[in-house]
């Protein structure tokens, strides 16, 4: 049973850092595509990055040159780092895994989601 645990959500001004994790259980790193995705208040949920089996990484226009997605393989654990935050950032982040490579599961197909950390950017 696979289970994913994010955490680092928190309350930071505008031009802030965070850096979110993940934690997983029941499913390898090395293996498949894992990705993080957001959902502000009243919108759609929509992908921010990915990361594919061979560290392949793919980025939403809108954090490109902000945020870096990166995973640790050793420690079972996926990172966003994410850096000159603006209010518009705001939103549920979360964390979400599949067995299969990215071109086929992200950003529609993802199979194990955690249930997310809270990230509120303020002017």
């Known amino acids: 049973q696979v289970q994913l645990v994010e955490s680092g959500g928190g309350s930071v001004q505008a031009g802030g850092s965070l850096r979110l994790s993940c934690g997983a259980s029941?499913?390898?790193?090395?293996?498949?595509?894992m990705g993080w995705f957001r959902q502000a208040p009243g919108e759609e949920r929509e992908g921010v990055a990915s990361?594919?089996?061979?560290?392949?990484?793919v980025y939403a226009d809108s954090v490109k040159g902000r945020f870096t997605i990166s995973k640790d393989n050793a420690k079972n654990t996926l990172y966003l780092q994410m850096n000159s935050l603006k209010p518009e950032d705001t939103a549920m982040y979360y964390c979400?895994?599949?067995?299969?490579?990215?071109?086929?599961?992200?950003?529609?197909?993802?199979?194990?989601w955690g249930k997310g950390t809270l990230v509120t950017i303020s002017s």
């Open positions: 029941g499913y390898t790193f090395r293996r498949g595509c």
């Open positions: 990361i594919d089996t061979d560290g392949r990484t």
């Open positions: 979400a895994a599949d067995f299969r490579i990215c071109v086929y599961a992200y950003p529609n197909g993802m199979s194990y």
